[in-house]
């Protein structure tokens, strides 16, 4: 599977940015996919993750309730919706595919990753 994603930029705190990966090669509904973030000079955390068939969510306790994932298996697609962004927000977030029991909230049950995409969050 080789994931891409985009849509980060430069945003005012308390505002919202969708992130986007886009997935191809094998099949992308038999994947667990998840979001994980990484701030400089520390370790890549996790952010959220979804199940196959998109039934189940999991959310890191600093974004529940203002994150938000979906996955389209149609269009080989998983979004990650921020809003009420804050500066703590800020770092390179990537999008992952993985398998295993649920939740896989660690980095390494992952088999595959995206190149990561950039969110600033100004105060």
């Known amino acids: 599977v080789q994931l891409q994603a985009c849509g980060g930029g430069l945003v005012q705190a308390g505002g919202s940015l969708r992130l986007s990966c886009a997935a191809s090669?094998?099949?992308?509904?038999?994947?667990?996919l998840g979001w994980f973030r990484q701030a400089p000079g520390k370790e890549r955390k996790f952010v959220a993750c979804?199940?196959?068939?998109?039934?189940?969510?999991d959310y890191a306790d600093s974004v529940k309730g203002r994150f938000a994932v979906s996955r389209d298996n149609v269009k080989n697609t998983v979004l990650l919706q921020m809003n009420s962004l804050k500066p703590e927000d800020t770092a390179v977030y990537y999008c992952?595919?993985?398998?295993?029991?649920?939740?896989?909230?660690?980095?390494?049950?992952?088999?595959?990753w995206g190149q990561g995409t950039q969110v600033t969050v100004s105060s």
């Open positions: 992952a595919a993985g398998g295993g029991s649920w939740p896989p909230r660690r980095y390494d049950r992952y088999d595959y």
């Open positions: 090669g094998r099949t992308f509904s038999g994947y667990i």
């Open positions: 979804i199940s196959r068939s998109g039934s189940m969510t």
